[in-house]
């Protein structure tokens, strides 16, 4: 049971470049996120999906896109990188947005802008 | 609007020591709690949670109860291991449970 896979591990981006992180989770969950982790500060909420074909924005959107086009796939998009998106990106999938749904997270995508 | 505010880290403690790690939170409303662990290189995942006041969670030996009183959810250990050293979060989900709040996160390490 892979759970929810992140691709790439890492990636170091000059300003400027544009990429897409992957997000795959197999668990059926309708609900997926992308968090951004930086030192000291937790997790901040950038996009979040409650189904395929619908997403919302979280408390950090600006410079970010997604889509959701089918249930396991949630791409998180970097159209113009900047030095301020250098972080470490979760992406994880709930069955539930309550209580008795926890988030599985995946391991994480380091990017670092230069 | 809500926030959670957890201990300043990073803590390292000895083998077999006592461990707490505070959190607090403002929220309106009976918003649930949790602390979720990351090790290193990995994701997070869940350690424990609480949904309503008095409850206490626990898992792995490690326990939290949450106090409405003082708008806290604290987690504790009675002996922590060099394996339990790690990134601690303590999280609240709002009533509505429409957002899931982090805290900054604990450095915990165990020297053996």
């Known amino acids: 049971n892979a759970g929810v896979t992140q691709t790439p591990k890492f990636r170091i981006l000059k300003i400027g470049q544009s990429m897409t992180l992957q997000c795959a989770q197999d668990?059926?969950?309708?609900?997926m996120y992308w968090y951004r982790q930086d030192p000291g500060m937790g997790l901040k909420l950038i996009y979040y999906?409650?189904?395929?074909?619908?997403?919302d924005k979280g408390e950090v959107p600006n410079g970010y896109n997604v889509s959701r086009s089918t249930t396991e796939d949630f791409p998180l998009r970097l159209e113009l990188a900047a030095p301020s998106q250098t972080s470490v990106y979760f992406c994880?999938?709930?069955?539930?947005?309550?209580?008795?749904?926890?988030?599985?997270f995946g391991n994480g995508t380091r990017l670092t802008v230069t | 609007g809500n926030s959670v505010t957890q201990m300043e880290g990073p803590v390292t403690l000895s083998e077999e020591a006592f461990l707490t790690i505070n959190c607090t939170y403002t929220?309106?409303?009976?918003?649930?709690l949790f602390w979720y662990v990351q090790y290193p290189g990995e994701g997070l995942q869940l350690l424990l949670k609480?949904?309503?006041?008095?409850d206490k969670g626990s898992n792995k030996g490690f326990e939290a109860t949450y106090r409405k009183e003082t708008t806290s959810f604290h987690l504790e250990k009675g002996s922590v291991q060099v394996s339990d050293s790690a990134v601690y979060f303590c999280?609240?989900?709002?009533?509505?449970?429409?957002?899931?709040?982090f805290g900054e996160g604990t450095q915990l390490t165990v020297n053996p």
């Open positions: 999280a609240l989900l709002e009533t509505s449970g429409s957002r899931l709040t």
């Open positions: 668990m059926n969950h309708n609900y």
């Open positions: 929220a309106t409303g009976y918003p649930s």
């Open positions: 609480a949904t309503k006041a008095d």
């Open positions: 994880a999938s709930s069955k539930g947005r309550d209580h008795n749904s926890p988030l599985h």
């Open positions: 999906s409650v189904g395929a074909g619908i997403t």
